[in-house]
């Protein structure tokens, strides 16, 4: 599951994560949600992301690749830095992030 626009949601509208979702009684191998801090934090050239799996063959795939292609150690302190500081998030960068999205399609609003 693509989450990389997690945050950029429309005014009245709650994000609801594939995690959110999961029955915790299964083992859920089969679902494997990718995060990205290129939209929601506007750091496309940072290249940092995240993976989230419980299959094990997955994640061993991930990590050898990682080995070779990690983001630099500036950028992911950087995005650490970011993501540490609710406060900002929730105050300042995300109800900046939602104003400047475009109207929904049809003029349709959530319910929350």
Known sequence: VDEV????????????SALDVLDASQSNDHVH???SAAKDLALSGY???AILTRNSAIFDCVSA???FCAASTPAQALVAQ???DDAWLEDVWIPALR????PPPGGAQGSS
């Open 47 to 49: 290249r940092v992301g």
């Open 65 to 67: 690749v990682g080995a």
């Open 82 to 84: 970011l993501c540490a």
């Open 5 to 16: 626009f997690a945050l950029s949601v429309f005014p009245g509208v709650d994000f609801c």
């Open 99 to 102: 104003e400047r999205l475009p």
């Open 33 to 35: 949600v990718v995060y």
